[in-house]
Every structure is written in structure tokens, then in C-alpha cells.
């Protein structure tokens, strides 16, 4: 009895291993094409969180940029409005021409108004400060570079 049991144990440790010991699979980021809205929501802390008036974020593309979008933007940040006590919800409405790709957030930004003169205090955050958050542009607008054709003077008038 006491066999089966120490069986029984070892067996149900072989699978909790087995399963703690997988790999976890890595989830794609979201896919957002021209026109779509990217949105994070930041919550800030401390004695002076309330403080914040604006929340940015800043998002810088990742991957290899296709050469048919060489002149497409490759970063971008957002606009913010207050959601919540020390809540902020940041967006981008990604413009027609961002290039494809994956793009990180780089850098999270809080501006802070002090006193009676309005006077402001920035702080920004970089990778070390949040979770790491990777966006998929979809974009399949594609622009070859167009040759000139002439190039003439005209009369003088």
C-alpha cells in the first residue's frame, strides 16, 4: 500500500513538472491597420500622481522597415485623456502611412502642473519602468519612388 501511494505521488509530480516545465507560448501582439485606434491605459501612484494633467506614450517600430515604405513613419506617440483618479487612457489613430512591422513601447511620459503659474514638471519612463508591450501594423500600402521624367526651364516672363 504504502508503494502504490509513493507511485501514486511520483506520478502526479512527473506531471505537475511536466507542465510547469513547458514552454510557454509567447502571444502575438494585437494587429491594428490604418484608421484603427491603439489604447493603453497607465495608472500612476505616489504623493504627486495627482498632479498629472497629460500622460504620452512614445512606440518606435522593431522590425526591418520594407523598403516599399522607406519614407513611412517608423515611430509614434499619443494623445491622453484622464479616465480615473491617477488614470490615464493614451491613443494613436494609426495613420495611413505607418509602416508595417512591430513596433515596442519605448517610453511612457507624465506631465505634472505645479502651483498657481501653471509651472510644469516632466518625467518619462523607460522599458525597466512598465511591461513590455509589442503592437502589429498591418499596413498594405506599398509606394515605389517615381522617376523624373524632364526637368525643364521656363521663358523668362
Do not use: H, W
Not at 497629460?54 to 506617440?77: C, G, H, I, W
Not at 491617477?86 to 502611412?97: A, L, R
Request: with cysteine; net charge positive.
Amino acid at each position: 500500500m504504502k508503494t502504490l501511494r509513493i507511485s501514486a505521488t511520483c506520478c502526479v509530480l512527473a506531471i505537475v513538472l511536466l507542465l510547469f516545465s513547458y514552454p510557454a507560448k509567447a502571444q502575438a501582439p494585437v494587429s491594428y491597420r490604418p484608421g484603427e485606434v491603439i489604447r493603453i491605459s497607465i495608472t500612476f501612484d505616489g504623493p504627486d500622481a495627482d498632479k498629472i494633467r497629460y500622460a504620452n506614450m512614445s512606440v518606435s517600430l522593431t522590425s526591418k522597415q520594407d523598403p516599399d515604405q522607406s519614407n513611412f513613419e517608423n515611430s509614434f506617440r499619443g494623445n491622453s485623456k484622464l479616465t480615473g483618479p491617477k488614470t490615464f487612457e493614451v491613443y494613436y489613430t494609426v495613420s495611413d502611412t505607418l509602416a508595417d512591422g512591430e513596433y515596442k513601447l519605448s517610453t511612457l511620459t507624465a506631465i505634472l502642473v505645479i502651483g498657481q503659474t501653471s509651472g510644469q514638471v516632466v518625467f518619462n519612463y523607460g522599458p525597466s519602468d512598465f511591461p513590455s508591450i509589442t503592437f502589429k501594423i498591418d499596413n498594405p500600402t506599398k509606394v515605389k519612388k517615381p522617376t523624373i521624367k524632364s526637368v525643364t526651364e521656363l521663358p523668362k516672363s
